[in-house]
């Protein structure tokens, strides 16, 4: 069943949006960040930083309990939602890098340890109720489980876990598939706890639930799962950075996840969006600091470091593969709505960086010769 925020309710569901009870992070970046130079040591202490600090960051207000009771939180570690999946996306990545390369490294026992504890405390608490963005979850779980498989079944699971994970995967696609809201085209209407955003398709829905579906799709050996979408247009006419990002980073994992040969005509089409996008987007970087800003075309709105970490992370992935923190917002009527949205601290805004790293850091693996 999905459930969303009644007219009624609108008012205080407002609160969700609003920066009331946070620190606004208003200076500018300190320094530029096309110039940072990183290596090895580096990205691993930074990774060590940005894990810890993730699962430290909490909602003090209050304010994510909604009408109906439900715990709709975008902001802390312990919640489900999308930015807490692609936290736990980064993770795994983390531990299958750092566990190829060191069966026994206590960096990807860590890792894991820390996923299979998220995912103990959010059982115990109860599912959510199903739309596209809780749908984010079930990549990382999939992830598990198809490296439980290939390792040999134990070695990364345990039975428990597998069993409920087998049943998770199968639920949540199965909804996807044939009880999520449809376009006229026959797209996922973008349903969010808060909206059924009807007759819409957002970007962020390639990542929070066709990269998922994908991935199981292929688990589960059900190709019917892995479909086209249908196009549209944008409401606003802003280029929302971290929308953008999105496209980045689920393009090079949709070939990866894949495997398409460079003579598929989807390969080649795939391809040329990404290669054009990043094109379209070196121009825009801001002359200061290197990062984006969140209406990509607008300098005079703030630069914004989630989007960004997203960009580099898709860019980084797509060279491996093809070749050389705004809040969380529904979607906007007009422009200045996204040159609005309050600056804190956010799951994703170090879930995106630790992508980011963990991109470069197979990258870098890479050049040095070893497969991942």
């Known amino acids: 069943m999905v459930l969303q925020i009644t007219e009624d309710n609108r008012q205080s569901a407002s609160a969700l949006f609003s920066a009331d009870g946070f620190d606004e992070l208003i200076p500018p970046p300190a320094f530029d960040y096309r110039s940072y ?24 207000t209050g304010r994510f309990i909604v009408p109906d009771g439900r715990i709709i939180d975008t902001c802390t570690y312990h919640r489900w939602e999308w930015p807490q999946a692609i936290g736990m996306n980064g993770l795994f990545d983390y531990y299958h890098l750092k566990s190829s390369l060191d069966p026994s490294s206590p960096v990807a026992e860590n890792a894991l340890n820390l996923m299979k504890e998220w995912y103990y405390q959010r059982t115990s608490e109860g599912i959510p109720t199903k739309n596209i963005n809780s749908m984010a979850v079930m990549y990382s779980v999939a992830c598990l489980l198809d490296l439980d498989r290939r390792r040999g079944p134990g070695s990364v699971l345990e039975e428990e876990w597998r069993q409920r994970f087998e049943v998770w995967v199968d639920e949540w696609a199965e909804w ?44 589960l050996n059900r ?7 249908s196009s549209g247009t944008h409401s606003s006419n802003a280029l929302w950075a971290r929308g953008n990002c999105w496209i980045t980073l689920a393009i090079p994992m949709f070939i990866e996840l894949t495997g398409l040969a460079p003579s598929d005509p989807v390969y080649r089409m795939l391809v040329s969006t990404f290669h054009r996008q990043v094109d379209a987007l070196i ?7 290197g990062l984006w800003h969140t209406l990509l075309d607008d300098p005079s709105s703030y630069v914004e470091t989630s989007g960004s970490a997203g960009f580099v992370g898709g860019m980084l992935m797509g060279i491996r593969l093809v070749g050389n923190v705004s809040k969380g917002t529904p979607a906007g009527k007009d422009r200045k709505f996204y040159k609005g949205i309050p600056r804190m601290g956010m799951v994703y805004g170090n879930s995106l960086l630790i992508v980011a790293l963990v991109q470069w850091m197979r990258l870098n693996q890479r050049d040095a010769g070893t497969r991942i």
């Open 223 to 229: 190709p019917h799962y892995i479909e086209e979408g």
């Open 37 to 60: 130079e990183l290596d090895n040591a580096e990205a691993e202490s930074k990774l060590a930083l940005l894990i810890e600090g993730m699962t430290k960051v909490e909602d003090k």
């Open 176 to 219: 996807i598939m044939y009880e999520l809201p449809r376009t006229a085209q026959g797209g996922f209407q973008h349903v969010t706890f808060r909206l059924a955003n009807e007759g819409q398709l957002w970007d962020d829905t390639l990542m929070m639930t066709v990269i998922p579906l994908t991935k199981i799709g292929l688990l």
């Open 283 to 289: 121009p825009l970087q801001d002359t200061a600091s």
